[in-house]
């Protein structure tokens, strides 16, 4: 009777060391959050940008194994490359401001949004945050990634960005428009460089004015 009385509190004891185990882990991971949003305050090119409804933020996202968590999902930081470039097609600047590679476990209530893309729960993927701007007296259809390779040879084109806003609608003359291109990724260990190939660029008729361009990004 003793030895099972003994066996009961040593159960009890392990438990509760288990579960203080777990709350340290969690206290950890919602300090580290916070460090971030002190930390980091997002670059000054990404004001006036509005959170995308079906990922997570991840403006504060700037160092590897950063973390962010909402109500969308949990976002991991992998790699980054802030990469502040500016390439010119005719009358069409695109600006790419930072290239990042993401761990991403989608909210439960955000797994249905992703499984036109991937049967996976949780999933890699690179994210483009882009400022198109139309310097000409005419609208002009451009669209900054028509499809990526990786240095993998793994292709993704323009239909499975996960992002979905509106980057590549048509431009007005004069007129500018920011956001995020992202694409989800099955091979993403020892990633190392993506190459974009960008659309032609069209006029409102849909005559071509000028040819896409290739562009690679370090990551």
């Known amino acids: 009777m003793k030895k099972t009385i003994c066996m009961f509190i040593l159960m009890i004891?392990?438990?509760g060391c288990s579960q203080d185990r777990e709350a340290e882990k969690a206290d950890a991971a919602?300090?580290?959050s916070v460090a971030i949003s002190d930390s980091n305050p997002p670059a000054e090119y990404l004001e006036g940008y509005m959170k995308n409804p079906q990922l997570p933020d991840d403006r504060e996202l700037v160092e590897p194994d950063q973390i962010i968590e909402d109500s969308k999902g949990r976002s991991t930081l992998i790699k980054m490359n802030q990469v502040n470039q500016v390439y010119k097609m005719w009358n069409i600047e695109l600006t790419i401001r930072d290239a990042k590679l993401i761990h991403l476990r989608p909210?439960?209530?955000?797994?249905?949004?992703f499984h036109g893309l991937t049967a996976e729960s949780e999933f890699d993927y690179i994210k483009f945050f882009v400022e198109v701007n139309n310097t000409s007296s005419q609208n002009l259809?451009?669209?900054?990634?028509a499809q990526i390779e990786t240095?993998?040879?793994?292709q993704v084109?323009?239909?499975?960005?996960?992002y979905l806003e509106g980057i590549d609608e048509l431009l007005q003359p004069g007129?500018?428009?920011?956001?995020?291109m992202g694409f989800i990724i099955e091979k993403a260990d020892n990633?190392?460089?993506?190459t974009i190939t960008t659309s032609d660029v069209y006029d409102e008729e849909g005559n071509k004015v000028t040819d896409a361009q290739t562009i690679e990004i370090e990551i």
């Open 151 to 154: 240095n993998h040879g793994e």
């Open 107 to 113: 909210a439960y209530s955000m797994i249905d949004y």
């Open 175 to 180: 007129q500018s428009r920011k956001g995020n």
């Open 30 to 32: 919602e300090a580290k």
């Open 157 to 162: 084109h323009w239909e499975d960005d996960v």
């Open 13 to 15: 004891a392990l438990a």
């Open 191 to 194: 990633l190392s460089s993506i």
């Open 141 to 145: 259809q451009f669209s900054p990634i």
